[in-house]
């Protein structure tokens, strides 16, 4: 399997842009996280899904964020517009379900994200 | 709500030798799940152990082991004859067992801990 498989790898726009992160889960995973990485805040999950079904969005920050998983092998995290706080690491990560031994979360490359 | 707390910002190890990272955890529930995962400079998220709280026995995967103190909310990593591969942040995560939906599937995160390996 490919693993987790985000895009892009790297980022840079303007404050006020939109922007569009994308993420493919592991086929067969049935969970699906966001998370953001920066310095000042460590990682945080930012939205996670069950079968495409957002269960818990508490972290996402403001309205600006907002994320789709239209298909069980597809999710987007959109901000718009974008602020120059929103620069860091958004990772992915998926799961193939959470009793037994599926409790592991696959992360994949994250995307670094640049608002200049 | 469960915080997990790293003390060492970083820390450094000779090669062949052996470390500890130190992790503690808050939390009230009696069920939970705890990881180390291993981040290098790549950024990729990689998981080294879990332990799972029913569980009294330590977790092992080669040359990790965990030294997990339920009474003590303490979950501490022992990295033994450290190789260069070794250096990356660490990060301890905490997972609840409980309940369905909501927040309880969601990883807690350390603030992570930075190793270095001199050769």
């Known amino acids: 399997d490919a693993g987790v498989i985000q895009s892009p790898r790297h980022e840079v726009t303007e404050m006020g842009q939109e922007v569009t992160l994308r993420c493919k889960p592991i086929?067969?995973?049935?969970?699906l996280f966001w998370y953001r990485q920066t310095m000042m805040r460590g990682l945080e999950l930012l939205i996670y899904?069950?079968?495409?079904?957002?269960?818990?969005d508490s972290g996402m920050p403001e309205d600006r964020f907002s994320a789709k998983m239209p298909n069980a092998s597809f999710s987007t995290l959109k901000i718009q517009p974008s602020e120059p706080r929103d620069s860091a690491v958004y990772f992915c990560?998926?799961?193939?379900?959470?009793?037994?031994?599926?409790?592991?979360?696959?992360f994949g490359p994250g995307t670094r994200l640049t608002v200049l | 709500a469960q915080t997990v707390t790293q003390s060492q910002p970083e820390m450094s190890v000779q090669e062949a030798e052996t470390v500890t990272l130190s992790c503690t955890y808050d939390t009230s529930e009696s069920d939970y799940y705890l990881f180390w995962y291993k981040q290098p400079p790549s950024r990729q998220m990689i998981l080294v152990i879990r332990?799972?709280?029913?569980?009294?026995q330590n977790a092992t995967e080669n040359r990790f082991s965990v030294n997990f103190q339920k009474a003590a909310k303490s979950f501490s990593l022992k990295i033994s004859d450290s190789q260069l591969g070794d250096a990356a942040m660490y990060f301890c995560a905490y997972r609840s067992a409980q309940g369905s939906g909501g927040s309880n599937y969601k990883l807690t995160f350390g603030k992570g801990t930075l190793l270095t390996v001199n050769p």
């Open positions: 990560a998926s799961s193939p379900g959470l009793a037994g031994a599926g409790n592991e979360q696959f």
């Open positions: 899904f069950n079968n495409n079904v957002p269960i818990d």
């Open positions: 332990q799972e709280a029913y569980k009294q």
């Open positions: 086929s067969g995973h049935d969970y």
